[in-house]
């Protein structure tokens, strides 16, 4: 199993900027993909960002393209999410996922059925 925390949450202006990570303990990191997933007030839990095992290929929702960035250092066990020139729609308790399945993520990626670790959430609050 694998244990993940979330950090780095916060209350910031539109336009800001901040940067999300996720810690992983117990197996090793590597051997899963992780995807972060954001929760707004009184909505669905929705795909943000997917990287993959060895971090060569990421993925991001279109509505976080060209402004969230996802990365990660396996040598420290971390995963991290750049946001960039935030909005107040950005507002969401956001999440890390971690995969521990095979190929079949490839095509899976956004949806957070396929993930079976969870972090805690860190709150993310966008002011106009």
């Known amino acids: 199993q694998v244990q993940l925390v979330e950090s780095g949450g916060g209350l910031v202006q539109a336009g800001d900027s901040l940067r999300l990570s996720c810690a992983a303990s117990?197996?090793?990191?590597?051997?899963?993909?992780v995807g972060w997933f954001r929760q707004p007030p009184g909505k669905e839990r929705e795909f943000v960002a997917a990287?993959?095992?060895?971090?060569?290929?990421?993925y991001h929702a279109d509505s976080v393209k060209g402004r969230f960035t996802i990365s990660r250092d396996n040598a420290n066990n971390t995963v991290s999410l750049q946001m960039n020139s935030l909005r107040p729609l950005d507002t969401a308790v956001y999440y890390c996922?971690?995969?521990?399945?095979?190929?079949?993520?490839?095509?899976?990626?956004?949806?957070?059925?396929?993930?079976?670790?969870w972090g805690q959430g860190t709150q993310v609050t966008v002011s106009s």
């Open positions: 996922a971690a995969y521990g399945g095979g190929s079949r993520w490839w095509n899976r990626y956004f949806d957070l059925d396929e993930y079976a670790y």
């Open positions: 117990g197996r090793t990191f590597s051997d899963y993909a």
């Open positions: 990287i993959s095992w060895s971090g060569g290929n990421t």
